[in-house]
């Protein structure tokens, strides 16, 4: 269900994918690079330079092979996103799944006000919590977003986020500068082109200010996918995101059973108990990751996109 290509892009995408194959980069059961939707989403963030998209390429499957010191597929078996024990690690860091917006993408909140560094790494390993950091951003191309793919009969390849600056301090910012840098630097080099639009709420005016002057060192591209609004931004999130898809907290008409933060209410939960029980078992193959089971196997019929069936364990 690859998004709509004109015919030279389509050209380059079939020859990207012969060319990972016959130079033994992506093969027959490989867990990942498998799927058009993610060879696009490499192409497009080189514009559609082969040799540029290929050393992309190169490097994040090197170090999905490496991570942890087990590799991610390893890692995303032994982290659930979604489970219980987030709980502390997301109080004090909270990113979270929550519904689509108008345009079937998967909306992507983060509160940064109740970032608590301090309290996180009490609770948690700074690399532990890195690690539910990246699988979070796994689950995004791995599960979520072929759910929405799926579910609405479209490509969608990219989330909608939204970040949260109210009561967000200067010395919260100092503490999570570091993660923050490096998750941006995740996104960008083994997560490309996953973040459909950025709405940033409740910035100060002199984030604003501030805005105007980085707006100007960043790509254009970029740049337009990123709104800064200020307390008053009911009016523009209501312009893509329908109220009941909407946490109450955000303005919306949406009040999850036991708080929307924890509902993970979306597309991506329908089958998810399945899924999880196919990778615990090693029963993927030959679907070899859940991305390939929902395009290929997963059944969405009409259903709704309510978090009240297959509520997995978030509540527990
Ligand atoms: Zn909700």
Not at 87 to 114: A, M, S
Request: one cysteine or more.
């Amino acid at each position: 269900m690859a998004e709509t290509l004109n015919s030279q892009q389509k050209e380059t995408l079939i020859k990207f994918r012969d060319e990972l194959r016959t130079e033994g980069i992506v093969g027959e059961s490989d867990s990942w690079g498998t799927d058009d939707d993610c060879l696009i989403r490499f192409l497009r963030a080189r514009k559609f330079n082969i040799k540029a998209a290929k050393t992309m390429f190169k490097k994040c499957s090197e170090w999905r092979r490496t991570i942890g010191g087990v590799g991610i597929d390893q890692l995303y078996t032994e982290i659930d996103p979604w489970d219980a024990k987030r709980k502390e690690v997301f109080k004090k860091w909270p990113i979270w799944f929550h519904k689509t917006d108008k345009k079937g993408r998967p909306i992507n909140i983060q509160t940064l006000g109740e970032i608590d560094i301090p309290g996180l790494h009490k609770a948690v390993e700074p690399e532990r919590h890195w690690h539910t950091i990246v699988v979070n951003q796994e689950a995004l191309t791995r599960e979520v977003i072929p759910c929405c793919t799926k579910r609405f009969g479209q490509s969608i390849s990219g989330a909608l986020c939204i970040l949260d600056l109210k009561g967000f301090g200067l010395s919260q910012f100092w503490g999570m500068k570091g993660i923050a840098r490096e998750s941006l630097q995740l996104t960008q080099d083994y997560y490309p082109e996953t973040m459909g639009q950025l709405l940033i709420l409740n910035a100060p005016t002199s984030f604003t200010a501030i805005w105007s002057v980085i707006k100007t060192w960043i790509a254009k591209e970029t740049a337009d996918k990123i709104d800064i609004l200020g307390s008053d931004y009911q009016e523009i999130l209501l312009k893509h995101v329908d109220a009941d898809n909407l946490p109450s907290s955000l303005g919306g008409n949406c009040k999850c059973e036991g708080g929307c933060e924890w509902s993970n209410a979306g597309p991506w939960l329908k089958g998810r108990q399945h899924r999880r029980k196919l990778l615990y078992t090693g029963d993927l193959v030959p679907a070899r990751t859940e991305t390939e089971y929902i395009l290929k196997h997963q059944d969405f019929g009409e259903e709704s996109t309510s978090s009240d069936e297959e509520f997995f364990d978030a509540k527990s």
